[in-house]
């Protein structure tokens, strides 16, 4: 459900833009015009991270007794770390199509798999040498999740051009990328909303089994 959750609101703040910024980059006709594309990108998806999750970190409370009950007594902890992995991941995107947009595919590829592997052997560790449960697997997202984000804007802002932002152009990316949202958003919640329903109408158990 957290994941879902988090998953939903990732469609809502980065999917269409990263999109919009990808296809603009090619209608770009020189490096000055890909500078102004790529940084006005990436600073509308951070405005717009910061902007959902401050407040989803503030009422994480109140969330966590909608997404899972008022009976998790670390409810509010795990969608803390969710909205942490979340805003994270957001930063990354730009960085991470940048580098296939390029046709990097070494170093994406190799960044790809060196952050899987963090990822699962730092959760391997959480879960079966500290016992941390559900726990150690939200952390240790939000972890690798933190480690990706620096690397991959190291990289993003050392090949890239000086910082430039052009808000006309913001307004651009927005309305390529607003259908691909919807779009998005709605493929989710056809497949996957079943698990709203069972929680809601039954309980977490019946989620689980699911």
Known sequence: LLDLSSSILAILIGRGIVTAVNRYHF????????????????????????????????????????????????GAYYVALIVGTLWFNTMSEIPAIYLRVRQWSGLFVGLSL??????????????????????????????????RMVILSTVFVRVRGPYVIHWPLMRQLW????????????????????????????????????
């Open 27 to 74: 209608d770009s006709q020189n490096d000055s015009d890909q500078d102004r594309v790529w940084w006005t990108g990436f600073t509308f998806l951070a405005l717009v991270a910061t902007t959902v999750v401050i407040p989803a970190w503030i009422w994480r409370h109140p969330l966590s007794n909608i997404l899972l009950g008022s009976t998790q007594s670390h």
């Open 114 to 147: 060196t952050f899987l592997l963090l990822n699962a052997g730092l959760n391997i560790v959480l879960l079966i040498v500290f016992k941390l449960g559900i726990e150690g697997i939200i952390l240790g997202n939000c972890v690798i999740s933190s480690v």
């Open 175 to 210: 309305v390529y990328g607003a259908p691909i949202i919807v779009t998005a958003l709605l493929s989710l919640v056809m497949h996957q909303a079943d698990r709203y329903l069972l929680s809601f109408f039954i309980d977490l158990h019946a989620v689980g089994i699911y």
